[in-house]
Nanobody, 121 residues
């Protein structure tokens, strides 16, 4: 399984960019995919996850502002980010895993993208 993120860049506070993650390779019928971020000097934080049945979960820090979604026909994962704040500045990663428990803990995931930088000023 390979994942490639896109859509990052420099954004003004209050902006609403959308990140994309193209997923290729074998994807089990039961999967979990998520978005994570890591700011300099901080641990990687899970911010959103989506299960194969469509159930979603969010970290408190982004709930109500960010939305995770997936278009199965395109095997593409999205993260719509609204009302961005400077503290949202980080490297954003998508990740996937097959079967098992689904959540926002990074150690639940075995497949990771290389990340895309989002800088909010």
């Amino acid at each position: 399984v390979q994942l490639v993120e896109s859509g990052g860049g420099s954004v003004q506070a209050g902006g609403s960019p959308r990140l994309s993650c193209e997923v290729t390779g074998y994807i089990h019928d039961r999967y979990c995919m998520g978005w994570f971020r890591q700011a300099p000097g901080k641990e990687r934080e899970g911010i959103a996850a989506i299960e194969s049945n469509g159930s979603t979960s969010y970290a408190d820090s982004v709930r109500g502002r960010f939305t995770i979604s997936k278009v199965n026909a395109k095997n593409t994962l999205y993260l719509q980010m609204n009302s961005l704040k400077p503290e949202d500045t980080a490297m954003y990663y998508c990740a996937a895993d097959m079967g098992g428990y689904c959540g926002t803990a990074p150690d639940l995931y075995n497949y990771w993208g290389q990340g895309t930088q989002v800088t909010v000023s």
